[in-house]
């Protein structure tokens, strides 16, 4: 911690000369009152010289500059936060405020929650550089999903780590998956759970992210809760990969989830479509027998949804429905295509008069950090000034006799009137 002398030359330095000569006169006076009390000069003086530190301090924060410096120090001190979650280096800490700073002129988020998501994104085991390249996507799928911006990116990562994909690749994750909110009613509020654990476990039997997602989709807009719907999907692509007996019946119509030959794993989309193929020629009672054996009782609403999705698009001006294999083939065109959905979602969100205010906000905070990063670093030595002075004359205070406090208390304020006065 300083000592006394840095306090006072951190106030020269910050143009409160003023206030070291008023410590000084005032200091003079005090060999009566410190003979009095029955403490040394030097404590008294010290007393005078805290009391003098708080005042300084409160003389030169009263201004609007406070204000800049606040908004600076508490973006300082998130960054910090990101910065120690995320052992980032000095170099690190610059990439990460780069990083804050250009979500805050991008997003309606300002830099403090920009580096508060950075801070989740180091919780979540990304170092400095990935997490600053994962931040704007997660923003962006948080600002569309209207979900918090740790939900946003735990499942943004989660989706990146199941899917063996690099942080380059979370626009294009944040895309599709704000692009599935668009066509389904799968909802961004339900992917850091459901859809984590759904991809977790098909993932094992090579269902790709897409596969997952418009499935996921499908059940949703069958009216199937995210949870049932995970396990429907869990456990029909279990099933169909590892269980005899729905391997048994799937083969009895010549389906297969191998591709012959290769004994690559097929999407479970398309094993659907030939199952529904193969039994369409049986009776309604054979019909229900294959696919309980398939499916099983909790999963066999994952056939349903899938044989049933629709779709509207627009084919030469006129409004269309699409059903079934189409539907889902159109679903997965409008994924593939999906590059920049987020963004553009952001760019519509922002042009309306909501919000530009909201953009607005960011933007002064923005401002204010930028701003007032000066003015906190000159705040800093006084605040730190303070805080010793206060320290000393804690200590001060508790080795003085009780029936000496008063007495102490009172040179205390006697000089801030003095230094005031000065």
Do not use: C, H, W
Not at 313 to 334: D, F, P, S
Not at 417 to 422: C, I
């Amino acid at each position: 911690m300083a000592n006394a002398g840095t306090i006072s030359f951190s106030f020269k330095a910050t143009g409160l000369g003023a206030v070291q000569k008023g410590t000084e006169k005032a200091t003079n006076g005090v060999s009566g009152l410190a003979k009095a009390a029955k403490v040394s000069r030097a404590q008294v003086v010290a007393l005078g010289k805290a009391a003098a530190a708080v005042t300084a301090a409160g003389l030169a924060m009263g201004f609007g500059m406070k204000k800049l410096a606040d908004a600076a120090g508490n973006f300082e001190m998130e960054l910090a936060r990101a910065g120690a979650i995320t052992n980032a280096t000095a170099q690190d800490m610059a990439v990460l405020e780069k990083a804050a700073i250009n979500a805050g002129i991008a997003t309606q988020f300002s830099p403090a929650e920009a580096a508060q998501g950075l801070a989740v994104l180091g919780s979540m085991g990304l170092n400095a550089a990935a997490a600053s390249q994962v931040l704007t996507p997660s923003l962006d799928l948080a600002a569309a999903g209207m979900i918090g911006v740790a939900e946003a990116s735990s499942a943004v990562v989660n989706m990146l780590r199941v899917y063996d994909k690099g942080v380059g690749e979370a626009a294009d994750i944040t895309d599709k998956l704000v692009a599935i909110t668009n066509m389904s009613g799968f909802q961004a509020s339900e992917f850091a759970g459901t859809l984590g654990k759904a991809a977790s476990k098909t993932r094992a039997a090579n269902q790709t992210f897409e596969t997952t997602v418009v499935t996921m989709g499908l059940l949703r807009n069958a009216g199937i809760d995210a949870a049932s719907a995970g396990v429907a999907y869990n456990r029909s692509v279990t099933n169909m990969a590892t269980n005899t007996k729905a391997m048994n019946a799937m083969q009895e119509i010549g389906v297969s989830f191998y591709e012959k030959g290769t004994k690559k794993v097929r999407q479970f989309t398309d094993v659907v479509f030939d199952l529904e193929k193969g039994i369409s020629k049986l009776n309604p009672k054979e019909q229900m027998r294959i696919k309980a054996a398939v499916f099983g009782a909790r999963a066999i609403g994952a056939y349903t949804a899938v044989t049933q999705a629709s779709i509207e698009v627009i084919r030469n001006g006129e409004k269309v429905t699409l059903r079934g294999a189409e539907a889902v083939a159109e679903m997965r065109r409008k994924l593939d295509e999906a590059g920049g959905a987020a963004k553009k979602f952001r760019e519509r969100l922002l042009n309306t008069y909501e919000g530009q205010k909201t953009l607005l906000q960011g933007t002064l905070q923005t401002l204010a950090i930028v701003t007032g990063k000066p003015f906190a670093s000159m705040f800093k030595p006084i605040v730190a000034g303070v805080v010793d002075a206060l320290n000393q004359l804690v200590q001060l205070i508790n080795r003085v006799p009780e029936r000496t406090k008063k007495i102490g208390a009172a040179a205390a304020i006697g000089f801030a009137g003095l230094l005031t006065a000065a």
